[in-house]
């Protein structure tokens, strides 16, 4: 399975220029036989959150239709990141995905709100668990975001039920760059499964964002990684790979929720 990635700078408050550098990132980058492209976090509207009442989308209106264009002109699912958005009174931070004839597949409000950037003064957290869902190749996978990966039990629920591929979306800080790859790189390793992950890269005027976006197969080694800069990284993913690490190491065979205090499947 072919998957692209495009890490790059995301302008903040510029909903329509950031959707013009996807599109070109798409007409320049995305190859015939690619079957997945991957979109960073928050690409509408970036880290200006004193912004988001005036550029968040509503319901994901605008930027539903725009990855739905996307997905049909080049027969691809994409993983579209997440935008700011408006549902009723709340903004939430909403990471989607569209299969390649234009259909939603997926749907998730971010749980986990960064204090450290003051997310939850702007932003309502979701209250729900991410979940598995089946991309047009047939594969299971799931999709959080950014300070979630933070919290492995996010990644259990959709990796228990058979998830293959965890996408993973971010504006992560250069300043915990190392956090990144050691989490993005434990994520895989304790659950036998491939991680992408597509970070933005740049500086927001406040914010030097790590760039480093990366793919890790299901032993934790990590296939490619991007640098700093603005790039398209493309990387085949073998998903026997996952059926035979789960044999060699059969985690979940080995859960015991029954006593796990916290921690439910």
């Not at 007409?27 to 912004?51: C, F, I, K, Q, R």
């Not at 799931?142 to 990796?159: M, N």
């Not at 790039?231 to 065979?253: A, S």
């Amino acid at each position: 399975m072919k998957v692209q990635i495009l890490q790059f700078n995301v302008k903040p408050q510029s909903p329509n220029e950031n959707a013009k550098k996807i599109t070109q990132l798409f007409s320049e980058n995305v190859s015939t036989d690619t079957d997945v492209v991957v979109l960073p976090e928050m690409w509408n509207n970036g880290y200006a959150l004193s912004s988001l009442n005036q550029c968040s989308d509503k319901n994901l209106d605008q930027s539903l239709k725009f990855i739905q264009s996307l997905a049909h002109q080049y027969n691809v699912d994409i993983i579209a990141g997440s935008v700011s958005n408006r549902v009723k009174e709340n903004i939430y931070n909403t990471a989607f995905a569209v299969n390649c004839e234009g259909q939603k597949i997926y749907e998730y409000h971010k749980i986990h709100l960064v204090p450290m950037l003051n997310e939850p003064q702007f932003l309502d957290a979701g209250e729900h668990v991410p979940y598995t869902f089946t991309l047009s190749n047939n594969t299971p996978v799931s999709q959080i975001i950014c300070y979630d990966l933070r919290f492995p039990e996010l990644t259990r629920y959709p990796a228990a039920s058979g998830a293959q591929i965890m996408f993973y979306v971010a504006q992560w800080p250069e300043v915990r760059q190392s956090h990144w790859r050691k989490l993005l790189q434990a994520r895989a390793i304790e659950n036998d499964m491939f991680v992408v992950a597509a970070n933005t890269c740049g500086s927001d005027g406040e914010t030097t964002f790590a760039g480093h976006s990366m793919v890790i197969n299901p032993n934790g080694d990590i296939l490619e990684e991007a640098n700093q800069g603005e790039t398209v990284l493309t990387v085949e993913l073998d998903l026997k790979e996952v059926e035979q690490q789960r044999k060699n190491i059969p985690v979940f065979d080995n859960l015991r929720p029954d006593i796990y205090q916290y921690f439910h499947i």
